[in-house]
């Protein structure tokens, strides 16, 4: 019992699910402790960009399907071209 808690911690504290932790320990005998997380800023920006694929998505199929786009359609169509060009502004930013 006492094990299964240091394997479970070591594999918690090292961000792995605990076949990873027990693999890399057989393999390497030590845990590589690079960060696996993400930058906050590159996190945001993807869930900005989900969101606006979304909203895309539904704005394409009503198109695909024949329909003429409504006012406010056009209206989040042209918000969400304006705001993926600022997103492509600050994605070339935070490269440099």
Do not use: C, W
């Not at 076949?19 to 906050?40: H, N």
């Amino acid at each position: 019992m006492f094990e299964r808690r240091a394997i479970e911690a070591g594999a918690k504290s090292s961000r792995l699910t605990v076949s990873e932790y027990l693999r890399e320990m057989a393999l390497t005998g030590k845990i590589d402790s690079k960060e696996k997380a993400l930058p906050k800023e590159v996190l945001a920006l993807t869930g900005t960009i989900n969101h606006m694929a979304a909203n895309l998505n539904q704005i394409a199929k009503t198109r695909n399907s024949g329909e003429e786009l409504n006012a406010l359609e056009r209206a989040t169509l042209k918000v969400q071209s304006e705001d993926l060009k600022g997103l492509a502004v600050q994605i070339k930013t935070y490269l440099q």
